[in-house]
């Protein structure tokens, strides 16, 4: 199996900086995209970025300008850096990856647990 941890949540004030990491371990043989996705309470769970293999990074509107995703494969870790945070984006965020356990085994999506992130004064 394939296990996705995430640490770096927390509380900060608005217009504060977080980082967020995921690290992927297990029987791992190759990954494609990696992203991360939010939850509010009440909402849907939505993408936040997205990055490939090759390093090719998309962003929602909302986060663009602000948010930067980075990933190191040799470590099978993806990052978010969240700077000028607003309170909007409180959520329960969660990393993905889409990961091969073998050569001849297809792609499979695994997520984290999700970290928890709350931005108030």
């Known amino acids: 199996q394939v296990q996705l941890v995430e640490s770096g949540g927390g509380l900060v004030q608005p217009g504060g900086s977080l980082r967020l990491s995921c690290a992927a371990s297990g029987t791992i043989f190759s990954i494609d995209d990696m992203g991360w996705f939010r939850q509010a309470p009440g909402k849907q769970r939505d993408l936040v970025a997205s990055i490939t293999s090759g390093l090719s990074t998309n962003y929602a509107d909302s986060v663009k300008g602000r948010f930067t995703i980075s990933r190191d494969n040799a470590k099978n870790t993806v990052y978010l850096q969240m700077n000028s945070l607003k309170p909007e984006d409180t959520a329960v965020y969660y990393c993905?990856?889409?990961?091969?356990?073998?050569?001849?085994?297809?792609?499979?999506?695994?997520w984290g647990q999700g970290t928890q992130v709350t931005v108030s004064s």
């Open positions: 993905n990856a889409d990961a091969k356990r073998g050569r001849w085994f297809g792609v499979k999506t695994y």
